[in-house]
């Protein structure tokens, strides 16, 4: 593929974006491949050196805040009529009522998900916290002269940093999920928002 190409496609797949957006990220990798000619790489090298147009397209609407998407996307094509505003007026009580609660729930789930996370990370904490407190009562079991209790503490001890070390790389593993999902809905969401800029115009 040529630069011309991958900046056609680019083009076609950040249709929807702002305007503005839009020409600066052409530009920004216009520069690049132009940068990587210059250093001796072929046109279809330095392409493909930039990554396929997907994973480019996916990074830029990343990049781009959802309110921006939204405020390009949901422009009105016209102005309602009359009969529009007092169906849109008559119907609020129901439909901005549905509207508030599906917000509230997927709000709700949302939450709910991060304190599961926070509940993992608490479970991790109260693991590390008792093995030193373990380790502390042994060493004092031992000085007072009780000496299986001290051991006893000693094997709690090893028992809850052992736990504790696996329980941190369970929840540092949910957490990069969790934002990994979070990323991924995000993107989603700005993806529906640009395709129905696409289908308006």
Known sequence: MNKQEFLEQLKGRLAGLPAADVEE????????????????LSEEEAVSQVGTVNDVARQIIGEIPLSKIVKENVKPRRKLR????????????????????AVCIILSLYISLWAVIISFWAVF??????????????VVCLVMGYGFVGLAMFGAALCCAGLAIFAFFGCKAASKGTVRLTKFIALKIKSLFIRKGENNE
Do not use: K, N, T
């Open 25 to 40: 990220r052409l530009e920004f990798y216009s520069e690049m491949i132009d940068d990587s000619i210059e250093e001796g």
């Open 82 to 101: 009359a009969w529009e505003i007092v169906l849109l007026v008559l119907g609020s009580p129901v439909w901005v009522s549905l509207l508030i609660a």
């Open 125 to 138: 904490l109260a693991l590390a916290v008792s093995a030193v407190y373990s380790v502390i009562s042994g």
